[in-house]
């Protein structure tokens, strides 16, 4: 079974750090664009950061720029989310996200998510 499995999410207050991590099983994440989006109350859902498949280069919103550092363990096939500074405004499920095109077919898993809040 495909599936990705987020942990690492809880309750900070501002200034402070976490780290989320996504593991997957069933497929090589490498393969795959990967990364993270977030989802606040009311909001939609939006991209966080994602690292490409082919040439490694990493994708951050401005609102996670210096902040937020994704990496990437090839030989657990997980990935990780360092979350330095935080805000209450980085308060959201964050959601772990992998995709694969190839041709004419796409391939995407979500990780059922993870809260992060951070109290002012």
């Known amino acids: 079974e495909m599936q990705l499995v987020e942990s690492g999410g809880g309750l900070v207050q501002a200034g402070g750090s976490l780290r989320l991590s996504c593991a997957a099983s069933g497929f090589s994440l490498d393969a795959y664009a990967r990364g993270w989006f977030r989802q606040a109350p009311g909001k939609d859902r939006e991209v966080v950061s994602m690292?490409?498949?082919?040439?490694?280069?990493?994708y951050y919103a401005d609102s996670v720029k210096d902040r937020f550092t994704l990496f990437t363990d090839n030989a657990k096939n997980t990935i990780y989310l360092q979350m330095n500074s935080l805000k209450p405004e980085d308060t959201a499920v964050y959601y772990c996200?992998?995709?694969?095109?190839?041709?004419?077919?796409?391939?995407?898993?979500w990780g059922q998510g993870t809260q992060v809040t951070v109290s002012s």
């Open positions: 690292i490409s498949s082919r040439h490694g280069s990493t």
């Open positions: 996200y992998a995709l694969q095109l190839l041709d004419a077919d796409r391939y995407d898993y």
